[in-house]
């Protein structure tokens, strides 16, 4: 196909504030001052009922001020951020397990593994550089096993792709856990000293026999057994998932499902054996580990817990909600009920990104005063009262990030932020000012030092440490040693007092997709990234990819026929929520019934608007990933090339 | 409960190096001890993420006992061992080599290859100006690289990064034998109907030039690429959560482009299409 006239959306850098004098008005140019004047009355205004969206792609040193603003200065715990879309369910599932929400593994530990499973996870094209370490771990021996219902290039490296039916990721795994169970390949010791609930788990998993599993999922028997058999069996093994497993209504019981295999044959807290959700922002990790969620102080320490509070207060001076605050679901749908007036907004795009976006678009609307804090005028900025310019975190400010494999790392400013664009700090600390609140950071080292002296798990990474062994993984709670590369050793401990808190088996049910497919919407659509973009489009429109050919609506070759389409047709692709106009493409990665699509073009092709908002009511992420859609052929006079 | 690998237990080896007594850990070669010792040794198709192919000649030691000379890159050492890197006939082979490159290949951006001609006294000119050579115009078939085959001393290194060594996408390999070969994708293809995923892994290795940013390519034709202007800052990638540590080159206040360290725990050096080309929506300032 040749490529389509395209003439994508590129975003120019926002070099000054913008303000607008009513609602209907046009955005004007206006001073800092006047800005963040205009900014601190609409804040002040709403002190009860406002709302913080920090920024996953922003440092860790932004994220804690960001938290620390809304905690102190508006005194809400209503900060959250784009983790909600992705990756919450792997935070809420990992720490109601071992107590802590990071990754267990590091990347190196993938290389000397025997088995690698990589669940709902195409991290060739979303994680390519966490893929090189998968590659060089199966040209050292490792079997790795893709499940995935597309057959993505991750599978093309598999030993056994599992393509199963959107939606039935616990099917699978406890039909995986029943045969281990059966196959004699638990790790009784393991269980037996440093788990619970097995018995419970035993009989919730009794009913799903290959056999069963087999109709629920389509995957032949045979294949869930070889892979039961090879995860049980491995010496080390290391199970990865993306957002296949997390952007489901019920992410959070899918993320459970998982670990309940590693506690089975306790692939967990050992040099090679791990769990490993890869993140999907620069840091998204580090966001939650800086407290920029609603239940979370820095250093991931419970809201709930007193004495956390306690050591909280008397650095900050000021008094903390003793309860969670609302996260980034939960302060959209207070938005329609109107107990959340006002939203201070970091640097995301919650116009674009979340699902049913018209929903969206129309809360944001309704809000008293929207401030938007970017590097670009985006569509959540377009809607707001004022707009802040900003740098650019990674390449702009100094400051540390924090990977999916828990390393926190130095981010330097390698240029300068063009017009009067100001550091996310500095204008939050101004903003902190009006509102009655002097901070004073020298430098983003001078808030990491704060951010240290309240976190055990950070203590130990003083900047230059952090340079000196090119990034640091959490836990480091001392500044002259360095702890193993992989979590929760402690479960192997003979001493049970050491060995702390057992890891309890997740009792959790099969829950099809909410959005079911029937005769009026039979395609199941799951969406997804491609290798040279990301998310929203925004920044990676940016630059001129050979790759990229716009976004369409992928289909099955079987599916194109059935429906008489073909590659480059433009046709409506309907759900229950919207509909959109795409074009085609064919990929034989598809299934018949499946299809794929991508946010990468929301100016071109809103995605979004199909998905439907169905939460996960633990992590509040939407099911991002099964939507029920129909495509209809357009007529030949709107037929456009 | 399994322990941390540590690997074998690596001893030292002894050995004479240029007379003198250089002690190596176990698995080093000739190259490490001489980098070790502080003595120049001039390499090409030698990478420090890559298993070397032994394609360039231009490192190539004398050691005792040995009919031909050896590429220290390659050769481990071992207890016992007499090598002597300076020697007339090392010093002789290396000129020969470099003559023979330079006579064929355009190696003005090759850093320190200048230096080394000097070194050696090698006279490029003296196979006159009919000497064959790879005399093409640079590929331009893509806004990210530009690909210049008059450059190319086909060490193999790109073709190393992106097979089995590193990328394992494999859209380039040697085609042809001899006087022929040549680095190409599938049917010598432009790049953008190949399976290249543009990672640049190739860029970050090669040794010449003949590989480079389109953004330098288009400088160095304007006159206005000048490394002395640049800094290099490293710091870490603005897309998904694996993070990658990016080196920013940047001259006059513009990301003119991206590297990553080589001992990166990481990157290993290596970057995707996204951490490599995608910053240019930081500068777009109006």
């Known amino acids: 196909m040749r490529k389509r006239d395209r003439s994508p959306k590129t975003y120019t850098r926002l070099t000054h504030p913008l303000v607008r004098d009513s609602r209907d008005a046009p955005f004007r140019r206006a001073t800092w001052d006047e800005a963040l004047d205009r900014t601190a009355r609409g804040l002040r205004a709403a002190r009860g009922a406002f709302g913080m969206f920090s920024c996953a792609r922003a440092t860790n040193e932004m994220n804690y001020v960001a938290q620390k603003f809304a905690r102190v200065v508006m005194g809400t715990n209503n900060v959250d951020s784009c983790n909600r879309t992705c990756h919450a369910p792997s935070v809420a599932g990992l720490s109601a397990a071992f107590g802590s929400g990071g990754g267990t593994s590091s990347y190196e530990e993938i290389e000397h593994t025997d088995v690698i499973v990589m669940w709902g996870s195409n991290a060739r094209f979303a994680h390519p550089i966490f893929f090189q370490h998968v590659l060089k771990g199966i040209r050292n021996g490792a079997r790795m096993y893709a499940v995935d219902p597309r057959r993505t290039s991750t599978a093309e490296w598999a030993e056994s792709w599992l393509g199963l039916n959107v939606g039935t990721d616990i099917p699978m795994a406890h039909a995986i856990g029943r045969e281990i169970i059966h196959a004699g390949l638990v790790n009784e010791a393991f269980v037996e000293r440093a788990t619970t609930g097995f018995e419970e788990y035993k009989a919730l998993v009794e009913p799903w026999t290959l056999s069963l599993a087999e109709k629920v999922t389509g995957v032949p028997a045979a294949a869930i057994r070889e892979l039961a058999h090879a995860y049980a069996r491995a010496e080390r093994a290391q199970l990865c998932w993306t957002l296949g497993i997390t952007e489901h209504h019920n992410g959070t019981d899918n993320v459970r499902a998982l670990i309940n295999l590693s506690l089975l044959t306790g692939h967990v807290g050992r040099y090679g054996s791990g769990l490993q959700p890869l993140r999907g922002q620069n840091n998204v990790q580090g966001g939650g580990d800086m407290g920029a969620i609603p239940n979370r102080l820095p250093g991931f320490q419970d809201i709930l817990d007193p004495d956390t509070r306690l050591k909280f207060e008397s650095a900050w001076d000021t008094v903390i909600r003793p309860h969670y605050g609302l996260n980034l679901t939960e302060m959209f749908e207070a938005m329609e009920d109107g107990s959340l007036r006002a939203v201070y907004c970091i640097g995301e795009n919650p116009a674009q990104s979340e699902a049913d976006s018209e929903q969206a678009v129309r809360r944001l609307k309704a809000l008293d005063f929207l401030v938007v804090q970017d590097i670009f005028l985006t569509q959540t900025a377009e809607l707001a009262d004022v707009v802040l310019p900003a740098t650019a975190g990674w390449a702009e400010t100094d400051g540390t990030t924090t990977n999916s494999e828990r390393r926190v790392q130095r981010v330097r400013r390698a240029v300068t932020p063009p017009g009067e664009a100001r550091e996310d700090i500095d204008i939050l600390c101004d903003l902190a000012a009006r509102l009655g609140h002097d901070w004073k950071y020298a430098d983003a080292e001078a808030v990491w030092n704060e951010l240290r002296s309240l976190s055990p798990d950070h203590y130990g990474m003083t900047y230059e440490r952090l340079a000196e062994h090119q990034g640091i993984q959490w836990p480091c709670p001392s500044t002259e040693a360095l702890e193993p590369t992989y979590l929760h050793g402690r479960l192997w401990d003979p001493d049970p007092a050491r060995r702390g808190m057992r890891a309890p088996f997740g009792i959790v049910l099969h829950d099809p997709p909410v959005d079911l497919t029937d005769e009026e919407y039979p395609i199941r659509l799951t969406t997804g990234r491609r290798l040279d973009s990301y998310n929203t489009g925004v920044q990676s429109g940016g630059y001129a990819s050979p790759l990229r050919r716009g976004e369409a609506v992928e289909l099955c070759p079987e599916d194109a026929e059935r429906y008489g389409v073909v590659v480059g047709e433009q046709v409506r692709v309907a759900s229950r929520r919207g509909s959109v106009v795409a074009p085609v493409w064919v990929d034989t990665a598809l299934r018949p019934g499946l299809a794929f699509m991508t946010f990468h073009f929301p100016d071109e092709v809103d995605t979004n608007r199909l998905t439907i908002e169905a939460n996960c009511p633990i992590a509040g992420t939407a099911e991002f990933k099964a939507s029920a859609i129909r495509i209809e052929k357009l007529p030949a006079a709107t037929h456009v090339r | ?286």
């Not at chain 2, 023979?100 to 006159?128: C, H």
């Not at chain 2, 992106?162 to 494999?170: K, P, R, S, V």
Request: proline share 5%; hydrophobic share 35%; charged share 25%.
């Open chain 2, 1 to 286: 409960m399994t322990a941390i690998p540590l690997g074998v237990p690596r001893r030292l080896v002894e050995f004479t190096l240029d007379g003198q007594e250089a002690r190596v850990p176990e698995g080093s070669t000739i190259l490490d001890a001489c980098r070790a010792a502080g003595k120049e040794v001039p390499t090409l198709c030698q990478g420090d993420t890559l298993t070397p192919k032994n394609a360039c000649r231009v490192c190539v030691v004398e050691v005792e006992g040995s009919r031909t000379l050896v590429p220290a890159c390659s050769r481990k050492a071992e207890p016992g061992m007499e090598v002597r890197t300076d020697t007339e006939r090392a010093r002789h082979s290396r000129k020969v080599v470099l003559e023979l490159l330079a006579s064929s290949v355009d190696l003005s951006t090759t850093p320190e290859a200048a230096g080394w001609i000097k070194e050696y006294e090698a006279k490029p000119d003296r196979f006159g100006p009919d000497a064959a050579r790879v005399e093409e115009e640079p590929r331009v078939d893509n806004d990210l690289y530009v690909r210049d085959y008059g450059k190319c001393i086909l060490c193999y290194k790109c073709v190393d990064a992106c097979g089995d060594q590193w990328q394992n996408t494999f859209a380039i390999s040697v085609s042809g034998r001899g006087f022929d070969a040549r680095i190409a994708v599938e049917h010598d293809a432009p790049l953008t109907d190949s399976a290249c995923v543009y990672c640049g892994n190739c860029i970050e290795v090669c040794p010449t030039g003949a590989l480079s940013f389109k953004s330098e390519f288009d400088m160095r034709a304007a006159g206005t690429w000048d490394e002395s202007r640049q800094t290099g800052t490293t710091t870490v990638c603005a897309y998904c959560g694996v993070g990658c540590n990016l080196t920013l080159h940047v001259q006059d206040n513009e990301i003119v482009k991206v590297t990553s360290p080589h001992d990166n725990p990481v990157t290993h050096g290596n970057l995707c299409i996204k951490g490599r080309f995608g910053y240019q929506h930081v500068q777009n300032r109006d």
